[in-house]
């Protein structure tokens, strides 16, 4: 039996509903980014955030762009930020954070970006037919591993000495660089 193309109590169509369950996931893991108190639920938070809009691109018609998201920011960066906060996290943080002491100046700047957003996407004219376009990879994986293998050898390797070298510096004995001072 077929799926039908619309969801058959309320007439709306899945890719609508879709949508809106993805946006609703990353507007609200977003907010808890920038609310919660926990320095590793917010990481954790912020990947979530990310996957909700690598699901958005995927429902755009942009598999590779959410390939690229997946890889890039939840497999790269997010787990690096959270490896970096674990590794040199001391058990006597502060209370409150820095960040979360500009609260109502981050809110008045949301407000405005909202306002200055909002009247961007009214005064723009849509353009295209309303169809999702297919993306074609081919040409863009010849281009990648032709023309740019050296590139992303040479950002392999540094990413992972930066990754080394904040082991090493996590990792150092302490006692021998407190003596010095």
């Known amino acids: 039996m077929p799926i039908p193309d619309t969801i058959p109590i309320i007439g709306l169509p899945w890719d609508d509903v879709l949508f809106v369950i993805l946006a609703g996931t990353m507007l609200l893991s977003a907010l808890a980014v920038v609310t919660l108190r926990d320095i590793i639920r917010c990481g954790l938070a912020m990947m979530v955030c990310f996957a909700a809009l690598a699901g958005i ?75 999702r376009t297919t993306t074609d990879t081919k040409d863009l994986a010849v281009q990648l591993f032709s023309d740019w293998v050296l590139p992303f050898e040479i950002v392999g390797v540094l990413l992972l000495a930066a990754v080394i070298g904040g082991i090493f510096l996590a990792k150092r004995d302490r006692s021998a660089t407190d003596d010095g001072e």
């Open 57 to 131: 691109y995927v429902m755009a018609g942009a598999p590779l762009v959410a390939a690229a998201q997946v890889l890039v920011y939840i497999g790269a960066i997010s787990v690096l930020i959270l490896f970096a906060i674990m590794l040199t996290q001391t058990k006597a943080a502060p209370a409150r954070l820095v960040f979360q002491t500009q609260a109502v100046p981050a809110g008045i700047a949301a407000v405005v970006l909202v306002i200055v957003l909002a009247l961007t996407i009214g005064a723009t004219q849509w353009g295209g037919s309303g169809q």
